[in-house]
């Protein structure tokens, strides 16, 4: 049975965690291993970003749709997750409409006019996390997981446990949270595929 599985990650180039990414796409995309799910983040990743006039709300509205049409959620810690700060410079949070707000990737080309006309309110309990925040992206996302009640699974990149990496937000994950790498017997690094199967509930 096909489960759709959101997996937040640092996409960084150089010092990123896309090796976890790449070996989780791979055991879902062939025929040896068993886990048969679907990433829902990469299915409709661009679907805002390619728009030139993204803003970090856009991609956070989007985050919410992905998660929400998803069961599970992975996380995937790195040594510098807790560092990232990308998505939490929105200013329109202690401002009112028009306050300046740069575009998605467009750092360079300096800012525009905040796209969120009229009042802004505080959602309700049951109701999606908010798009207009200064949580990083990771953050938004992990806090949309939480409020909509998903399977949350928090793996380290590393062979060993790595409490330090998590940030403040993840602190309550501490005792779940394990390592993603495991040495097999001829000493070789691989994927804990065991756990990550076990994690998403096919055993």
Not at 24 to 30: I, R, V
Not at 40 to 49: E, I, Q, W
Not at 192 to 198: E, G, N, R
Request: glycine share 6%; proline share 4%.
């Amino acid at each position: 049975m096909s489960k759709r599985v959101y997996i937040s990650a640092d996409y960084a180039e150089n010092n990123g965690d896309r090796e976890v990414v790449d070996e989780l796409h791979k055991w879902g995309n062939d025929s040896k291993h068993k886990v048969d799910y679907v990433d829902t983040a990469l299915v409709v990743s661009g679907s805002v970003s390619d728009d030139p006039d993204c803003r970090p709300c856009d991609l956070k509205n989007e985050f919410n749709e992905q998660i929400n049409a998803s069961s599970a959620v992975i996380f995937i810690i790195g040594d510098k997750t807790s560092t990232r700060t990308a998505g939490s410079s929105c200013k329109r949070v202690n401002s009112d409409e028009g306050c300046a707000c740069t575009p998605y990737k467009q750092n360079t080309n300096g800012s525009k006019k905040c796209k969120i006309n009229g009042p802004t309110r505080t959602p309700e309990p049951n109701e999606d996390l908010g798009r207009i925040n200064t949580f990083s992206y990771l953050e938004h996302e992990f806090r949309q997981a939480k409020r909509k009640n998903k399977t949350i699974i928090v793996i380290y990149n590393s062979l060993n446990h790595q409490p330090s990496w998590l940030p403040d937000y993840m602190e309550a994950c501490r005792d779940i949270a394990q390592p993603f790498w495991k040495k097999n017997a001829i000493g070789e690094k691989i994927g804990d595929y065991q756990y990550i199967k076990k994690a998403l509930g096919y055993e």
